[in-house]
């Protein structure tokens, strides 16, 4: 078996306040695979997500367990290259987005990691390419629409070519052109993908595997179709499907 | 959704007065409302000359008076200030007769401090709305990178700059949830409200901007920006 590429082992974590978030989660990621997070509000799954880049740790609460990217154990001394190998793509893009154009925003990233000159510019125009944005080079931020505000916070961490793309709430807030855009983007990379998401069609058309995550354990680790069509662990963890969707009936899923 | 697409200040143009560089434009600003400051306010031609000077470089930037004169208004404040200084400084009086046979008595001191806190106020505000006309907010944020200000109070605009969008559009949609729930936010009887919202906003934002701090960590900040150079394309 090779090295997985996000490696999480016995994760448990409170806040400060006394508030226990995580109850020793498990959890395996291998190359190429593109895995969602799934679980109700309060289910720990932010808290998990940032624990992968290490922004949260041991040292932020009251913790236990490991967390290894690569083989590379999340640590102080590690962050740098940890923060380079885990690109973790925001739910709103106007936390990720903060410099005065798209190109420099991209750039932020690449440019903390030490690159210049025609390299960075390079990374930073195939990441936009990667997205369909690269038009969109020398625009504000903060006059894109929603959903390629959301393209170009992907392509922020995309220029950092991440080992896994961690990606919160993907497509929320987004009308259904722009949800299908985003599912054509991700579609595309050659990266492996973990999905934090409510949204469970959009798990199923895009993860063949889902983790259910709830009051702060994994219950569920599955190919995403059987999590689906579980009643009594769907009913059980407050995961419902909308109104009208059959996973059962989706009968050709894209690849 | 969305937030705005104008620019507030800044007047699309390609004069002498846009293309010169802009830390060259913020030391020139800088030195013309020092001047202004320290020369004496008795010294009534002198600000005739400077007034002269400041409009000869808005002709210059082919920016119309019609665009920088409704954005004076942010100074009213202090014009409402200085016109309260005759009515309330010490010392001599002139007694003005008005209309109806009344009689206004304004201190002399208070005149004369009223007229310098008008003219040197107008001139300032009105040269620094010409900066910000004739230059994009993040040149004039590398031109103070150029002056050496430290990188830290730089970066503080810059992030000022890009939120005050996301911000305002934070505060106007939660006046307009007010509204819809029967508040005028402008009626006294509501300002408690008002006083919360601007609560609730404070705290928005600082959440957000810890948020922010976030992603940025999470990208490898180390506490300093990368260049704000434009890389030539």
Known sequence: MTTPVLDVRGLAFAYPDGHQALFGVDLHVHQGERVALLGPNGAGKTTLVLHLNGILSATTGQGAGSVAVSGLPVEKKNLLEIRRRVGIVFQDPDDQLFMGSVRADVAFGPANLGLRGAALEQRVMGALEQVGMADFADRPPHHLSFGQRRRVAVATVLAMEPEILVLDEPSSNLDPASRRELADILRSLDVTVLMVTHDLPYALELCPRSVVLSEGRVVADDRTIDVLTDEALMRAHRLELPWGFNPATVDSLPE | ?233
């Open chain 2, 1 to 233: 959704m969305g937030a705005g697409h104008g620019h507030r200040l800044h007047y699309h143009g390609h004069s002498v007065v846009h293309r010169a560089p802009a830390h060259l434009k913020i030391l020139a600003l800088l030195g013309f409302v020092l001047t202004v400051v320290a020369t004496p306010r008795e010294w009534y031609p002198a600000f005739g000359g400077f007034l002269l000077v400041l409009l000869l470089v808005i002709g210059l930037s082919r920016v119309p008076l019609r665009y920088l004169l409704p954005r004076m208004l942010i100074e009213v404040p202090f014009l409402v200030f200085a016109a309260l200084m005759p009515f309330v400084a010490e010392g001599p009086r002139v007694a003005v007769p008005l209309a109806g046979g009344l009689e206004l008595s304004l201190s002399e001191s208070g005149l004369l401090a009223a007229w310098g806190l008008a003219v040197k106020g107008s001139l300032g505000v009105l040269a620094s709305l010409t900066l910000a006309a004739t230059t994009e907010p993040n040149d004039v944020l590398r031109g103070l990178q150029r002056l050496r200000l430290p990188e830290l109070l730089v970066q503080i605009m810059a992030f000022m700059i890009r939120y005050l969008d996301v911000v305002t559009a934070d505060l106007g949609r939660m006046t307009t949830a007010m509204r819809s729930r029967g508040v005028d936010p402008r009626s006294p009887r509501h300002w408690p409200a008002l006083a919360r919202t601007l609560g609730a906003l404070f705290v928005r934002s600082y959440e957000r901007g810890e948020r922010v701090h976030l992603a940025m960590l999470s990208r490898g900040y180390d506490g300093r920006l990368p260049d704000l150079e434009r890389p030539t394309p």
